[in-house]
């Protein structure tokens, strides 16, 4: 049973314009939630946070909302540039050191 | 440069092997893992260690075993691998849970 879902395997969006990434969790334990960005072959890098006690995280042109009653995150990018290009994944943890992770987004930023 | 490191970055090998696959981090955190991220693309957690200490060891095979011989290293060996074991293996660290994992680059592990 997976307990972080990305239902969107893929994103395009124009440079400049923004992207919105969405992830959905069904555990209420979860307390922690983190993003990362990926690119081929290379390990995934962590991009931002957040804990359940706030509901918006900024981090220059990345911000991440979680709504607790819907059980859901969503990472914004604005404004989207190429080099954003990637896999982002979304990861939740309920207290301890495990996360467990969505199965990524690709997003593709079009010049 | 700092970073996690794991070798080696490619493995290809019949069934029936033994292979061992090294990671180590020079971030001085305390707690490290291991990932798999199979051919869906789904990362799983398969064991962390903390100081030395097993702490998470989630549903996997026996026939995978972690071995932390210090903080900054995690090992993980595979006996009798099989064609299923295919996947892309992760090692990572992180000084503490809120601070999210500093990955490695992987391991492209084929079994034939």
């Known amino acids: 049973d997976q307990q972080v879902k990305q239902n969107s395997p893929s994103l395009s969006v124009q440079e400049g314009r923004i992207s919105i990434l969405n992830c959905d969790y069904t555990n209420s334990m979860f307390d922690y939630f983190l993003w990362y960005k990926k690119y081929p072959a290379e390990g995934p890098t962590f991009l931002i946070s957040i804990s359940s006690i706030k509901d918006k995280n900024e981090d220059g042109r990345f911000t991440v909302f979680l709504n607790k009653s819907a059980k859901h995150l969503s990472l914004h990018i604005v404004p989207s540039q190429p080099g954003d290009s990637a896999v982002y994944f979304c990861a939740a943890s309920e207290g301890t050191y495990k996360y467990i992770f969505g199965t990524g987004t690709r997003l593709k930023v079009l010049a | 440069d700092t970073a996690v490191s794991q070798t080696p970055k490619y493995l290809v090998t019949q069934m029936g092997n033994d292979k061992s696959i090294k990671c180590e981090q020079n971030?001085?955190?305390?707690?490290m893992y291991w990932y798999k991220q199979d051919s869906k693309k789904f990362l799983k957690i398969m064991f962390s260690?903390?100081?030395?200490?097993?702490?998470i060891n989630e549903t996997v095979p026996n026939r995978f075993s972690p071995k932390s011989p210090d903080k900054a290293h995690l090992n993980l060996h595979i006996n009798s691998l099989e064609l299923g074991d295919s996947a892309v293996y992760f090692c990572?660290?992180?000084?503490?849970?809120?601070?999210?994992?500093?990955f490695g680059s992987g391991t492209r592990l084929t079994v034939v």
């Open positions: 260690y903390n100081n030395k200490e097993l702490i």
């Open positions: 990572a660290s992180s000084p503490l849970r809120d601070y999210g994992y500093t």
């Open positions: 971030l001085g955190h305390d707690t």
